[in-house]
T-cell receptor, first 114, second 115 residues
């Protein structure tokens, strides 16, 4: 257990529906990353928060995706009007507060769009 | 374009042997390189970090080398065990202003250790 919690662990949704994933990072870590991973591929960066500020967004994050981190604590990733290509594991990561070098990942939220 | 290459074919070895995994990169100037282990359906777990000015790092049965001239890192597991079977991911982190330090991952190499 890395201390990073993600919910739900699995989600099956119909195409066109909206889904939201939640991440609770390690409490004293002020940085938070979201990644996406498909089968046979490595994690791909989506977005980065420092406290409540969203500082970087990948071009993978289309306008159907939105992420928030109110009050710099937990974060949510919402996908609107889901498409089959959104099926993936969505990973939240919490870099070590002191050095930022060690990154602690959650167990991921699996999304299947049918 | 920037590329991180890890062998897409699974590496099969016998228990007790040394497993060696390779990570090659192009068009990258990493501040440091990390190796992660990932089990099926789970998030990656950090193993080791090596900086650009370091040649080698060790942790128990694990050893990482980093050659910035060859643009290559080797990851070794000595006295391998079936429990070491997993996918191993290489990640490069560039120098970044503002402290973002966002790592980019390779696709990983699957290691299978046979008893």
């Amino acid at each position: 257990d890395t201390g990073v919690s993600q919910d739900p662990r699995h989600k099956i949704t119909k195409r066109g529906q909206n889904v939201t994933f939640r991440c609770d990072p390690i409490s004293e870590h002020n940085r938070l990353y979201w990644y996406r991973q498909t089968l046979g591929q490595g994690p791909e960066f989506l977005t980065y928060f420092q406290n409540e500020a969203q500082l970087e967004k990948s071009r993978l994050l289309s306008d159907r995706f939105s992420a928030e981190r109110p009050k710099g604590s937990f974060s949510t990733l919402e996908i609107q009007r889901t498409e089959q290509g959104d099926s993936a594991m969505y990973l939240c990561a919490s870099p070590d507060a002191r050095t930022g070098n060690t990154i602690y990942f959650g167990e991921g939220s699996w999304l299947t769009v049918v | 374009s920037q590329k991180i290459e890890q062998n897409s074919e699974a590496l099969n070895i016998q228990e007790g042997k040394t497993a060696t995994l390779t990570c090659n990169y192009t068009n990258y100037s990493p501040a440091y390189l990390q190796w992660y282990r990932q089990d099926p359906g789970r998030g990656p777990v950090f193993l080791l970090l090596i900086r650009e000015n370091e040649k080698e790092k060790r942790k128990e049965r694990l050893k990482v080398t980093f050659d910035t001239t060859l643009k290559q890192s080797l990851f070794h597991i000595t006295a391998s065990q079936p429990a070491d079977s997993a996918t191993y991911l290489c990640a490069l982190t560039p120098y970044a202003s503002g402290g973002s330090y966002i790592p980019t991952f390779g696709r990983g190499t699957s290691l299978i250790v046979h008893p």
